[in-house]
């Protein structure tokens, strides 16, 4: 079944960076785009970046253009979000998703890994 | 960017009623819209995707349907497991969600 297991989240000062990783498992890594979500506390849903397939296209919200990073590594089933300048308002909890369709890059989320918190505080 | 309403903020309403929740967007994303399901401490839960089709699993209780810019979710009667939030999502015109509705017990 598929899985999807993030890390690397926990409390960091205001302008540091941040590297998240989410462990794929299940199926073909490689053949899908991967997202990252994101969930501020007690607030809604906001998607944040995509990486197609072959991580030959990446697309991120405006919110984060320029500070927020994704990239792939399928040679270890891996998805990553370099995160910098981070800000107060970049605290959430960072989800990891895969894309619905084969080979597509921005469809609807189809699994969703468990989440891992971001706290950006001084 | 295409916005997403949803309505109502919040529903409340008891086991065994119908639920239905709208979501309108700021201008047409066609059939390009889906459902998730959040329940507390969890991760979202695909339901529905281009606008009325059943995700892998999902019970026959929950139905979507509309196309352009309005849209609903119908759960025919709630069952315990269903009170939660529930979003929508387009990919219409890159990718956003609506804010939510809770369905709450009343």
């Known amino acids: 079944q598929v899985q999807l297991v993030e890390s690397g989240g926990g409390v960091v000062q205001p302008g540091r960076s941040l590297r998240l990783s989410c462990a794929a498992s299940?199926?073909?890594?490689?053949?899908?785009?991967m997202h990252w979500v994101r969930q501020a506390p007690g607030k809604g849903l906001e998607w944040v970046a995509v990486?197609?397939?072959?991580?030959?296209?990446?697309y991120y919200a405006d919110s984060v253009k320029g500070r927020f990073t994704i990239s792939r590594d399928n040679s270890k089933n891996t998805l990553y979000l370099e995160v910098n300048s981070l800000r107060a308002e970049d605290t959430a909890v960072y989800y990891c998703a895969k894309d619905q369709v084969l080979t597509a890059a921005g469809t609807y989320f189809d699994h969703w890994g468990q989440g891992t918190l971001a706290t950006v505080s001084s | 960017e295409i916005v997403l309403t949803q309505s109502p903020a919040t529903l409340s309403l008891s086991p065994g009623e119908r639920a239905t929740l709208s979501c309108r967007a700021s201008?047409?994303?066609?059939?390009?819209l889906a459902w998730y399901q959040q329940k507390p401490g969890q991760a979202p839960r695909l339901l529905i995707y281009d606008a009325s089709n059943r995700a892998t699993g999902v019970p026959a209780r929950f139905s979507g349907s509309g196309s352009g810019t309005d849209f609903t979710l119908t759960i025919t009667s709630l069952e315990p497991e269903d009170f939660a939030v529930y979003y929508c999502q387009q990919r219409g015109n890159w990718l956003t969600f609506g804010g939510g509705t809770k369905v709450e017990i009343k």
């Open positions: 299940g199926f073909t890594f490689s053949s899908y785009g």
């Open positions: 201008q047409s994303v066609s059939s390009y």
């Open positions: 990486i197609s397939h072959d991580g030959t296209n990446k």
